[in-house]
């Protein structure tokens, strides 16, 4: 009988131990189902987030807006979105930071109906945007303004919602047009819809798909935001290295199974855009202010370094962790 209770004693003090140093759980949003954004999923699947002692709560919140909005009341800890509405918030007096930017410009691609073959063909169209002021609103207006089109008077702008969701509603006629990214471009194009204009042909500096976080977050959770960048590092290197195993994240992200399609996600993402250090580019905030400065003064004269908090970054290089990765 002792040794049963013996026993059973250390079987609770072994469960009470788990749970307390069980992985910390922190809450992380992101605003889009697209290629640009599987790298959270590919650095979960690869068991990196649990390496560090990490359970992510990941959430779709479509659109950057209500993304800004949980991360201000502290709803959640940590968002991968793009990095306009971060720095409109800080702007407007939130401690919104970023801390990894993993697109440094916008990829999107413009992809029409077949009656629209240029984009002039646009002027009086439907055009379909995730939401008012998300990623995709803000790219597409800037190339309407450099097409010579107004995007006040010459687009009817309609909310749409994910990619998923804007695909269908070009595919459906409800929009004229879009912007998508890999995995959908391939997609678009089978089902014959016109790839129009890509927004990497225009060379924009920008904070495309970034991690952000708030300055409270990080004074209360340092070590747990120094793991999360860390993770992200190795889930980095595995996107890079693991071809694979990373299409097989991004298949399940987006739930498309088409090869094609998730070759070029992969190609796009992981080794065209990507780099192996994804610092926020001072040059990419430097953009996003200018186009802020049009309507808020508080944006002009705005030092970008204020917007970004790259030190968890270069603890990694400078300390030689990054480049021992890809020495392996």
Sequence with gaps: MQIIKVTLLLGVFLTVTIQSWGADKIYVSHSAISGSQAILFVTRDAGFFKKYDIDPQIILVAGAPPNIAALVSGEIDLTVF???????????????????????????????????????????????????????????????????????????????????????????????????????????????????????????????TSLATTRQTIQRKENMVRRFVRAMIDGVHFYKTQKEASMQSIAKFTKLKDRAALEEAYNTYALKYMARVPYPAAKGVETILEDLAKTNVKARGADPKRFIEPRFLKELEDGGYIAELYKK
């Design 82 to 208: 793009a990095g306009p509405a971060a720095i409109s918030s800080n702007l407007e007096g939130a401690d919104t930071v970023v801390l990894m930017t993993y697109i440094n410009t916008m990829e999107h691609t413009f992809i029409t109906r077949p009656n629209v073959r240029k984009p002039a063909d646009l002027k009086g169209k439907k055009f379909g945007v995730a939401r008012p002021g998300a990623t995709d609103d803000y790219g597409a207006r800037v190339a309407f303004r450099k097409w010579g089109l107004d995007p006040e008077k010459d687009i009817t702008w309609l909310s749409v919602g994910t990619q998923p969701s804007r695909f269908a509603a070009v595919q459906t006629g409800l929009v004229d047009g879009t912007l998508l990214q890999p995995p959908f471009t391939v997609r678009a194009r089978q089902e014959g819809l016109i790839e129009l204009s890509s927004l990497g042909d225009l060379g924009i500096d920008y904070l495309g």
